[in-house]
C-alpha cells in the first residue's frame, strides 16, 4: 500500500469522524443516554481521526514505513461497525449480543491497528530515530521525548479496549467494569496523550515557532501518569485527588505551551484558532474536574465536564489540526472558504460555552440553545471536509 493509499483511508477514517461528530451533536438536541454520547464522541468521533491520522503520521515520526500496510484498510469497517453496534445497543433494550458483538468488532479492530503500528516501530520503540532533518536538528530533543510517549498512549488504547470487551462479553475485567473509567483510559490517556506527543511534533512545525522545553518536559510525564490514576480510583480517595492534580498540571502546561507557540508565530491560519479554543475549553475542563476530587458532582456538572474535555479540548483540537491538513479554501463547493470554518469554530466554542453556563445554572433552554448551535457547527465541519475531498 502506498502512501497515497494510506493517504487515501486516512481520508475515510477522518470523514466518518466528522459524520460521528454530527450525528452526536444531533442526538443531543432530544437527549440521550451518557454512555451513548462516550460512545460516539471518544470512540466514533476522536477515535476515528486519531486512527486515521496516526497510520500515516506514527510511522515516519518513528523513521519508518507502516507495514503491514492493509492494515488501515482490514480495520475500517472494523471499528465502524463495532462503534456503530455499540452505540445501537446503548440506545436501545434490544438483545445483549449486539453490544457484544460490538465490542468484539471494536477489539479486532484496535488489534489489527496496534498490531500494524507496533510492528512498524518495533526496533525503534522508544523513538530515538526521528526522521528529524538536519534544517531542524534544534527540534531533536523535544521529538525524541515526544516520540517515547506514544506507545505510552497505544497501552492506553489496548486497556481501554480490553476493558470494553470484557464488560460487554463478560471476560474478567482490569479494573471494575465501570464504564466511565473506559473513558479515561481512551479519552485521556489514549487521545489527550497522543495530542500532547503528536502535538509537540506537528505545531511547532506549523507555527513556525518552538516551544519552551521546560513545560514540554512536565506535560509528557503528568500527561501519562494521570490518566492512570483517574482510571484507577475514580471518585474514590487521595489517589483520585492525586490523579486529578497531575491531569490539570498537564492540560493547564499544554495549553501555556500552545499559546506561547501562537504568541511567537507570524502565522495565523485559521486551524490555530480551533487549536487554541481546544486549549482553552481544556483548561475549564480540567478545572471542573478537580473540583470533582474535592466534592461532591452533580450529573449535570460531570455532562459539562465530559463535554468540554471531549467537544472542547480533544474536539476543537482535532477540527483546527484537520483544517490544517485539509485547507477548506481549496474546497469548490459552494461556501468552503477559511471564514467559513472560522465561523464553524466559534460556533462550536460558543456553543459548547453556553452549555456549560446552562448545565451550571440548571437552565435548559441555554443548553439546547447551546446544541443547536454545536450541531450546526458540526455540520459545517463536516461539509467543509466533503468539500475537500471531493476537490481531491
Known amino acids: ?3 497515497t493509499t494510506v493517504s487515501r483511508w486516512a481520508r475515510r477514517y477522518v470523514i466518518v469522524s466528522a459524520l460521528f461528530l454530527a450525528f452526536w451533536q444531533s442526538t443531543a438536541l ?4 451518557q454512555q451513548t454520547e462516550v460512545l460516539l464522541g471518544i470512540y466514533g468521533f476522536v477515535l476515528h481521526m486519531i486512527f486515521g491520522k496516526a497510520y500515516s503520521l506514527i510511522p515516519s515520526y518513528f523513521n519508518r514505513q507502516l507495514t503491514p500496510d492493509p492494515a488501515p484498510m482490514i480495520q475500517f469497517p472494523l471499528t465502524v461497525v463495532g462503534t456503530s453496534c455499540l452505540i445501537g445497543a446503548s440506545l436501545t433494550d434490544g438483545p445483549d449480543w449486539v453490544g457484544a458483538v460490538g465490542a468484539i ?6 488489534a489489527v491497528f ?14 530515538r530515530e526521528t526522521a528529524t532533518g538536519q534544517s531542524n536538528v534544534d527540534r531533536r530533543p523535544i521529538d525524541r521525548l515526544a516520540n517515547g510517549f506514544i506507545p505510552v498512549a497505544l497501552l492506553y488504547l489496548f486497556a481501554g479496549s480490553y476493558e470494553t470487551v470484557a464488560i460487554y462479553g463478560g471476560l474478567p475485567t482490569l479494573f471494575d467494569g465501570y464504564f466511565p473509567q473506559v473513558a479515561h483510559l481512551l479519552a485521556a490517556g489514549t487521545a489527550a496523550l497522543l495530542i500532547f506527543a503528536l502535538g509537540f511534533r506537528l505545531l511547532p512545525r506549523f507555527l513556525v515557532a518552538s516551544p519552551p522545553r521546560s513545560l514540554v518536559t512536565v506535560v509528557l510525564p503528568a500527561g501519562a501518569f494521570g490518566p492512570v490514576l483517574l482510571a484507577s480510583y475514580l471518585y474514590d480517595g487521595r489517589w483520585f485527588q492525586l490523579g486529578a492534580i497531575i491531569e490539570t498540571i498537564a492540560v493547564i502546561s499544554y495549553a501555556l505551551t500552545y499559546g506561547i507557540l501562537f504568541m511567537r508565530s507570524e502565522r495565523r491560519r485559521v486551524g490555530f484558532y480551533g487549536v487554541l479554543a481546544g486549549a482553552g475549553s481544556g483548561v475549564l475542563g480540567v478545572l471542573l474536574g478537580v473540583s470533582f476530587a474535592f466534592g461532591q458532582p452533580t450529573s449535570s456538572l460531570v455532562r459539562a465536564h465530559f463535554r468540554l474535555n471531549v467537544l472542547g479540548f480533544l474536539g476543537l483540537t482535532i477540527i483546527g489540526i484537520a483544517y490544517q491538513f485539509y485547507p477548506p479554501a481549496i474546497g469548490t463547493l459552494r461556501g468552503a472558504s477559511d471564514r467559513t470554518a472560522l465561523v464553524s469554530i466559534v460556533t462550536i466554542a460558543g456553543g459548547l460555552l453556553f452549555q456549560v453556563i446552562g448545565f451550571i445554572g440548571q437552565l435548559s433552554f ?7 448551535l454545536t450541531f450546526i457547527g458540526a455540520l459545517m465541519y463536516a461539509y467543509l471536509l466533503i468539500a475537500v475531498f471531493q476537490t481531491r
Open 1 to 3: 500500500m502506498t502512501a
Open 105 to 110: 468488532l471494536w477489539g479486532v479492530g484496535v
Open 30 to 33: 432530544i437527549g440521550l443516554p
Open 366 to 372: 441555554i443548553i439546547q440553545t447551546g446544541e443547536l
Open 114 to 127: 496496534l498490531g500494524a503500528l507496533l510492528w512498524t516501530i518495533r526496533d525503534n520503540l522508544t523513538g
